[in-house]
């Protein structure tokens, strides 16, 4: 499901923001992905180790 799909107004808002300030991009298809400004200003790979452990915590509990 395509991240523009989903329901309300603030998600197409803030996504469509996100693409014009650099930090999103969209291919041909709507796949996202990371743009040029998410990769000069975010450290990948703590991004990465983040989002593969979200919900870790809440599983070993």
């Known amino acids: ?3 523009r799909d989903r329901p309300g107004w603030r998600v197409k808002f803030n996504v469509d923001r996100y693409i014009q ?3 999103l991009g969209e291919d041909e298809q709507g796949v996202m992905y990371l743009d040029w400004r998410s990769r000069a200003e975010i450290d990948t790979k703590k991004l990465v180790d983040l989002v593969v452990g979200f919900g870790k915590k809440d599983r070993e509990a």
């Open 1 to 3: 499901m395509c991240i």
């Open 21 to 23: 300030e650099g930090y």
